[in-house]
T-cell receptor
């Protein structure tokens, strides 16, 4: 079955620490990949997306993600986190040529200590 | 340009009542997706609609749940005879093209349904 796995349920970091959140997917075809962020009390916002081309994708607020096709992975990174990055992060995938419905991971809660 | 709007933001129903959740897509978007998020779970796809058409309802429970997106007005997700297991956050997303290749979905704030 198609699925998306996010390895960490809850990550706690101090400000200025580097961040890497794992995301692996299980899909037979060619995929589009997304990271969404949900700040406390707010709706999901698109952080970055990959459709094709350069596998290193830069998003908003200093985030980036790298698509490694051989590993079926799309890990999210940020070199130096801030307290304001405290949020829940969701990886999502859809299949190219599909109707577009997204398959989401369970999410990773990031807590950044000031 | 207003984003995706959902109302109500919070809805409390007793078992057996009906719940109606509304979603107004972004201006210019004619494709709407509904997702459900159970506690400690990721979002799960329920249904995909275009104006006046249900395109994919493969994620929708077979009974009690229905969705529509009329020519005029918001998309409605309707849950009849709610049960405690329906308590969840329901998110709506809209997109301009509805194509899996290059499209991006923009999410509303969600409706948190609590069934007593």
């Amino acid at each position: 079955a198609q699925s998306v796995s996010q390895h960490n349920h809850h990550v706690i970091l101090s400000e200025a620490a580097s961040l890497e959140l794992g995301c692996n997917y299980s899909y037979g075809g060619t995929v589009n990949l997304f990271w969404y962020v949900q700040y406390p009390g707010q709706h999901l916002q698109l952080l970055l997306k990959y459709f094709s081309g350069d596998p290193l994708v830069k998003g908003i607020k200093g985030f980036e993600a790298e698509f490694i096709k051989s590993k079926f992975s799309f890990n999210l990174r940020k070199p130096s986190v801030q307290w304001s990055d405290t949020a829940e992060y969701f990886c999502a995938v859809n299949l190219k040529g599909s109707q577009g419905n997204l398959i989401f991971g369970k999410g990773t809660k990031l807590s950044v200590k000031p | 340009n207003a984003g995706v709007m959902q109302n109500p933001r919070h809805l409390v129903r007793r078992r057996g009542q009906e719940a109606r959740l509304r979603c107004s897509p972004m201006k210019g978007h004619s494709h709407v997706y509904w997702y459900r998020q159970l506690p400690e779970e990721g979002l799960k796809f329920m249904v995909y609609l275009q104006k006046e058409n249900i395109i994919d309802e493969s994620g929708m429970p077979k009974e009690r749940f229905s969705a529509e997106f009329p020519k005029e007005g918001p998309s409605i997700l309707r849950i009849q005879q709610v049960v405690r297991g329906d308590s969840a956050a329901y998110f709506c997303a809209s997109s301009p093209f509805g194509a899996g290749d290059t499209d991006t979905q923009y999410f509303g704030p969600g409706t948190r349904l609590t069934v007593l």
